[in-house]
């Protein structure tokens, strides 16, 4: 009976420790994975995110990611890029219209008058008297920016509402020998009461002279310029954002008079920018957007966004993208009037990558793990290492890695939901029985050794 009572009491005091200890990861545990190929000059190594990554993660937040060695898991951290700077204010320039006459250049023949430090002051017809002629091309002085200007953007006066043109955009260090630098389609339109203006041209690496030579079609639609700004980007750029194009299938289940689609990224992309392409040209529609991060989720408005794809006197127009909060929902919807079409217009959804640091830390190969249910976040102190040693070590502190194709290692088995026993819940329970029993069985013993000794 002594026996017995140990046994139990051994059995609600001892844990099992066998079903409570959690077993190593290994790189096997997880759906896919990633050679890492490294220098082996460095104590720390980054890659950028693979897209391949957010399609195979089955959280939002990437927790169930892991950086490996030959023999296991390495400290790592996951990091967003920087957000953008403001940019910097943009500068009214001068400039001069070209009418040159029929028959001669747009430079040729013109007195053009130039202060000391390069800047323009004048420019004139040379020669004998010319009748006026419509403005061919604007002159636009840049000479006092510090740095090149990232784009222009234009003001004008004329008839307006009903405006396109195609432009072209030189520069030149001497006025004399003209290099290519920039395209653009500029255009004021207004239809469906709706208003689009589009102003702006990008210019390329080739504007780095002293002046910029705007091509302006004579007397296109009376239409001439009246300002002329300069602007940046800014200062610190991010990586450029990774697109997803995405075809939609028919909503059956949209109202009356509706038309919507349906469409899925298939990953966990955090995407912040979005943009929608008509299929058909010469087409406008007003789209509201939404999302929601399963097939059991109410969808969320997310944006509208008015999409057009138009071909005005040669010039194709297009809609602009659309940012957004970041959001890592899989699925989405995309609804207009049914007027608007029966195609399927093209969903564009962007994303800034993430960025993977991982130590270099024992013996190599080292490769990259993800996919794997229920896996939490790994705990590591990067994040502490970089803020004190980053900042002193001139940049050189983390080297580049490249990541190899994508390999299936458990593949779909990894991210299936397994229902764990609850072995310590019943271990528990099983020891406050024996507790109880064991209780009992002595307050019986002592029960029967009373009455015996009467």
């Given at each position: 009976?002594?026996?017995l009572?140990i046994l139990?009491m051994?059995l609600?005091a001892?844990?099992?420790?066998?079903?409570e200890e959690?077993q190593?990861?290994?790189?096997?545990?997880?759906?896919?994975g990633?050679e890492l190929?490294?220098?082996g000059?460095n104590?720390?190594?980054?890659?950028?995110?693979?897209?391949e990554v957010?399609?195979?993660?089955?959280?939002?937040?990437?927790?169930?990611?892991?950086?490996?060695?030959?023999?296991g898991p390495v400290?790592?951290l996951l990091?967003?890029p920087?957000p953008e700077?403001e940019?910097r204010?943009a500068?009214?320039?001068p400039?001069?219209?070209l009418a040159?006459?029929a028959?001669?250049a747009?430079?040729?023949?013109?007195?053009?008058?130039?202060?000391s430090?390069?800047?323009l002051?004048?420019?004139?017809?040379?020669?004998?008297e010319?009748?006026?002629q419509a403005v061919a091309?604007?002159l636009i002085d840049?000479?006092a920016?510090k740095?090149r200007?990232d784009?222009?953007?234009l003001a004008w006066?004329?008839q307006s509402g009903?405006?396109s043109?195609s432009v072209?955009v030189?520069?030149?260090?001497?006025?004399?020998?003209?290099q290519?630098?920039?395209?653009a389609a500029?255009?004021?339109?207004?239809?469906?009461?709706h208003?689009?203006?589009?102003?702006?041209?990008?210019l390329?690496?080739?504007?780095?002279?002293?002046?910029?030579r705007?091509s302006?079609?004579p007397?296109?639609?009376?239409v001439?310029l009246?300002?002329?700004?300069a602007?940046?980007e800014?200062?610190t750029?991010?990586?450029p954002?990774?697109v997803?194009t995405?075809?939609?299938?028919?909503?059956?289940?949209?109202?009356?008079?509706?038309?919507?689609w349906?469409?899925?990224s298939?990953?966990?992309?955090?995407?912040?920018?979005l943009?929608?392409?008509l299929?058909?040209?010469?087409?406008?529609?007003e789209f509201?957007v939404?999302?929601?991060?399963?097939?059991?989720?109410?969808w969320?408005r997310?944006?509208?966004?008015?999409a057009?794809r138009?071909l005005v006197?040669?010039?194709?127009?297009?809609?602009?993208?659309?940012?957004?909060p970041?959001?890592?929902?899989?699925f989405?919807?995309?609804?207009?009037?049914?007027?608007?079409g029966s195609?399927?217009?093209s969903?564009?959804l962007?994303?800034?990558?993430?960025q993977l640091v991982?130590?270099?830390q024992?013996?190599g190969?080292?490769s990259?793990?993800?996919g794997?249910?229920?896996?939490?976040?790994?705990?590591s102190?990067v994040a502490?290492l970089?803020?004190a040693?980053?900042?002193v070590s001139?940049?050189?502190?983390?080297?580049t890695?490249q990541?190899?194709?994508q390999?299936v290692l458990a593949?779909?088995?990894?991210l299936?939901?397994?229902?764990?026993?609850?072995?310590?819940?019943?271990l528990l329970?099983?020891?406050?029985?024996a507790g109880?029993?064991?209780?009992?069985?002595m307050?019986?013993?002592l029960f029967?050794?009373m009455?015996?000794?009467?």
């Open positions: 009976m002594n026996r009572l139990l051994l609600a001892v844990p099992c420790r066998a079903a959690a190593p990861l290994l790189r096997e545990d997880f759906a896919y990633m190929a490294v220098s000059k104590a720390m190594y980054s890659l950028t995110l693979p897209a957010y399609k195979g993660c089955a959280r939002p937040d990437l927790g169930d990611l892991r950086v490996f060695n030959a023999h400290p790592h990091r967003q920087k700077q940019a204010p500068h009214a320039l400039f001069f219209p040159a006459p028959g001669r747009q430079n040729a023949g013109l007195g053009i008058a130039i202060g430090n390069g800047a002051i004048a420019i004139s017809a040379a020669g004998p010319q009748p006026a091309a604007y840049i000479s920016l740095r200007p784009w222009l953007e006066q004329g009903q405006f043109v072209q030189d520069s030149s260090d001497d006025l004399n020998s003209w290519p630098a920039a395209s500029l255009a004021e339109l207004s239809f469906g009461g208003q689009l203006l589009r102003n702006r041209i990008e390329g690496q080739g504007a780095a002279g002293k002046y910029l705007l302006w079609p007397g296109k639609d009376g001439s009246n300002a002329v700004k602007g940046y800014s200062e750029r991010t990586q954002r990774t997803l995405l075809t939609g299938q028919p909503d059956a289940s949209a109202a009356a008079g509706r038309a919507a349906l469409y899925s298939g990953g966990l992309f955090p995407v912040d920018q943009n929608i392409r299929p058909e040209q010469n087409s406008l529609a509201a939404y999302s929601r991060p399963d097939a059991q989720a109410v969320q997310r944006a509208t966004l008015l057009w138009l006197n040669g010039v194709n127009l297009d809609n602009s993208a659309l940012h957004l970041i959001t890592t929902d899989r989405w919807r995309l609804e207009t009037e049914a007027g608007a195609k399927a217009p969903l564009e962007g994303w800034l990558p993430g991982f130590m270099a024992g013996e190969p080292y990259l793990a993800y794997r249910a229920g896996l939490q976040p790994a705990r102190q502490q970089l803020q040693v980053e900042p001139g940049g050189a502190l983390i080297e890695a990541a190899g194709a390999t593949g779909d088995a990894a299936a939901v397994k229902k764990e026993i609850p072995w310590r819940v019943w329970w099983a020891g406050l029985i109880v029993l064991a209780a009992g069985a307050a019986w013993k029967q050794e009455k015996n000794a009467r």
